[in-house]
């Protein structure tokens, strides 16, 4: 969706498409919002709450069985387990995909981690595609005018066209750009707190090959998984800029993550998009 600075202004239900990397500040700014009037679409939450819930239960229940005490009284419907994902507690989800590695380490082997990984894939496709009908929703049931789609770190990595095709067309689609100063903190984050992310099956083949060459591992199921993650997070940073600057460039516009700290109000937010869209005009 392209538009005017003016129609912006002018454009009565606001829908927007929040695109970027984990840690550029999406959920931090939509949570500035008024909750009164926008919709906070979170898709990651959706994901976990609907299309993996199941996935996950089944994952923890795994855990579980493996604990005599807690074996016995599941298997009596003594207890009844259950997660309590929130758009700012994620961690079940991230938890489901795991990091491939030793299995003593709490790895997993490449054949469970790939399927995860693509269960994930279409997960998020579907949570994706459910924008329309939930922007459709927020006004019919709940009478919210504007909406906000807080989507996931790792749209860039779908390769689905018909899926920001529906998103450009149904909002504005916004990419938060890091700055290189801001990129370097990010990375070294990342590698001292490692965790599971979503790859491109491509992507994955390739830079496993690589690290196990580098550290002379036979096989996945010998190499430590935070070694792994750590590894590879700066090459999955680097490989997504692109991705997501061409989505952009194509569908939508680009703001800079230091103008969006400074986003304390929706009259803030409604300045940074138009400022966005003039740039292009």
């Not at 991230?94 to 491939?100: A, C, D, E, R």
Request: hydrophobic fraction near 40%; charge should be negative; include cysteine.
């Amino acid at each position: 969706m392209k538009m005017s600075p003016q129609e912006f202004l002018d454009w009565q239900t606001k829908r927007i498409t929040l695109l970027a990397m984990s840690g550029a500040g999406k959920t931090t700014l939509a949570n500035k919002l008024p909750k009164a009037k926008w919709f906070h679409y979170s898709g990651d939450y959706r994901i976990g709450t609907k299309y993996l819930r199941e996935p996950i239960l089944d994952n923890i229940k795994r855990q579980a069985m493996s604990v005599p005490f807690l074996r016995d009284l599941l298997l009596s419907d003594s207890i009844y387990i259950s997660n309590k994902i929130t758009v700012d507690n994620l961690a079940p989800v991230s938890t489901f995909l795991g990091k491939v590695g030793d299995p003593a380490q709490g790895g997993l082997s490449l054949q469970e981690f790939k399927r995860r990984q693509n269960l994930h894939r279409q997960a998020e496709i579907a949570a994706m595609n459910d924008v329309p009908e939930f922007i459709h929703k927020a006004e019919d049931i709940y009478g919210y005018h504007h909406f906000i789609n807080d989507a996931g770190g790792s749209v860039c990595e779908l390769d689905s066209p018909e899926v920001l095709e529906t998103l450009a067309q149904n909002t504005l689609i916004i990419y938060i750009k890091i700055p290189p100063a801001l990129e370097q903190t990010i990375i070294e984050r990342a590698k001292t707190d490692p965790k599971p992310l979503y790859y491109r099956e491509a992507f994955l083949d390739d830079k496993l090959a690589e690290f196990m060459s580098l550290k002379n591992y036979a096989s996945t199921d010998v190499m430590p998984p935070d070694e792994f993650v750590s590894w590879v997070f700066p090459e999955l940073f680097k490989s997504r800029l692109p991705r997501y600057q061409a989505i952009a460039d194509r569908y939508g516009y680009t703001v800079d993550a230091n103008d969006v700290a400074t986003v304390k109000n929706e009259d803030d937010f409604i300045q940074l998009i138009t400022a966005a869209l003039a740039k292009h005009s």
